[in-house]
């Protein structure tokens, strides 16, 4: 068993962080003044000028579409090379999901995509031309997919969509979507649930509200009021979408525990150099206990996360089941994050609370990990289940 990141890896991580350090954390100080200002507006933390050029680096490095196929035109990388990059990108707080195409929907639509749905959206897409949300969360059916009430019915040929989506991603700037649908109630997930890609211009599909929220998350409402769709809109099979979506899932649960690992150990960098550096009552804050066991404590639980996150990665790329470890690793994360940010506030004292530096808008970002692709509670379950049911996998 070898857990030495090969060597291709390693440099791809090192190139991630360079490339963090000099492009991404010198506009952190813009992102929280704008995040600041925007109040109840929707206002995009980078001006989108600013987005471009650094997205036109980061391509020009080699960091977007790792995991597009190289038949698709990207680098064919692995998810766990994936998950090593978005680690080194989430020590800066820019790009909150990432840059395009959306990690998790790369697979989903490969998988799925047929006919004309494969140069009208998937081939635009993973290309970085386009960008799509999937609308899953209902006002009825959050953390429980199978709670889904949205209608698709079929009549005189055609699909009818109608219902409400919320807390949806990127609604307003989407240029397609990908709605999860009951077609069938009876069967429910068991066979009664569709995926259909829908343009997010089509007639019928408004985003009237956005929820000024917590962090940099920024979602909004869709409505659907007799959308029409063709059975090319279809994505995957009339009743099948469970099983892709919970794929989905999975993926995005590593990709926020990527996230949270990447913010947590920039927060330990922190604190290690303040600790060195800041003295009390005539002693550097190094020599203190208390700060020693923050910082020993932090370390203990970042890289026994960070372990867990890298066995998964390997997981999917084996294409193992991995819906057990991906709530346990997203549970893991998402809550030492919170405690190592609030640690590092703690060591900061009076400057930790402020703008000046970036640890307050960290606390409020790890905030929400806890919540999104499932609350903690819902993972917990989500183990405890599996272990009860099937025993201990050693």
């Known amino acids: 068993m070898d857990f030495e990141l090969p060597e291709e890896l390693r440099m791809l991580r090192d190139s991630a962080a360079r490339f963090t350090a000099r492009e991404l954390i010198p506009h952190e100080p813009l992102v929280i003044r704008r995040e ?84 009208k959206y998937l081939k635009p897409f993973l290309r970085g031309e386009t960008q799509s949300c999937i609308a899953i969360t209902e006002p009825g059916a959050g953390a429980d997919a199978s709670g889904i009430k949205m209608r698709a019915e079929r009549k005189n040929g055609k699909w009818i969509l109608n219902g409400n989506k919320i807390f949806i991603t990127h609604a307003r700037y989407a240029d397609f979507m990908i709605v999860v649908t009951l077609t069938d109630p009876a069967k429910g997930s ?117 372990l867990a996150l890298y066995k998964l990665a390997w997981d999917l790329d084996q294409k193992n089941d991995t819906r057990r470890d991906a709530s346990m690793v997203k549970l893991q994360a998402s809550e030492v994050v919170g405690v190592v940010v609030d640690r590092a506030m703690q060591l900061f004292g009076g400057m930790g609370m402020t703008k000046d530096l970036p640890l307050e808008y960290i606390s409020r970002v790890a905030r929400i990990y806890r ?16 272990l009860l049911k099937n025993g201990l996998p050693f």
Not at 208 to 227: C, E, K, L
Request: glycine share 8%.
């Open 36 to 119: 600041a200002e925007r109040g109840f507006t929707d206002l995009p933390l980078l001006p989108p000028e600013l987005e471009k050029q650094i997205l036109g680096k980061a391509r020009a490095a080699g960091l977007v579409g790792l995991e597009v196929p190289e038949e698709h035109g990207g680098a064919g990388a692995s998810i766990l090379a994936k998950c090593v990059v978005v680690e080194q990108l989430k020590h800066s707080i820019l790009f909150p999901f990432g840059f395009a195409p959306n990690f998790p929907d790369v697979f989903m639509l490969i998988e799925s995509c047929k006919g004309t749905q494969i140069d």
């Open 190 to 306: 068991r066979g009664g649930m569709t995926t259909f890609l829908l343009d997010a211009k089509q007639p019928g599909i408004t985003t009237p509200t956005a929820h000024p929220t917590i962090g940099d998350y920024q979602p909004y409402d869709i409505h659907f009021d007799n959308v029409e769709a063709t059975d090319d809109q279809v994505l995957g099979e009339v009743g099948q979408a469970f099983a892709p979506l919970q794929r989905r899932l999975g993926l995005r649960r590593l990709e926020i525990a990527a996230t949270c690992v990447g913010l947590a150990t920039r927060c330990l960098k922190m604190m290690i150099e303040q600790a060195k550096i800041r003295h009390t009552f005539g002693e550097p804050l190094a020599d203190r206990q208390a700060v020693q066991w923050w910082i020993a404590d932090s370390y203990r639980e970042i890289e026994m996360t960070r």
């Open 371 to 386: 919540i999104v692709e499932g609350p903690s509670e819902v993972h917990r379950w989500v183990v405890a289940r599996d």
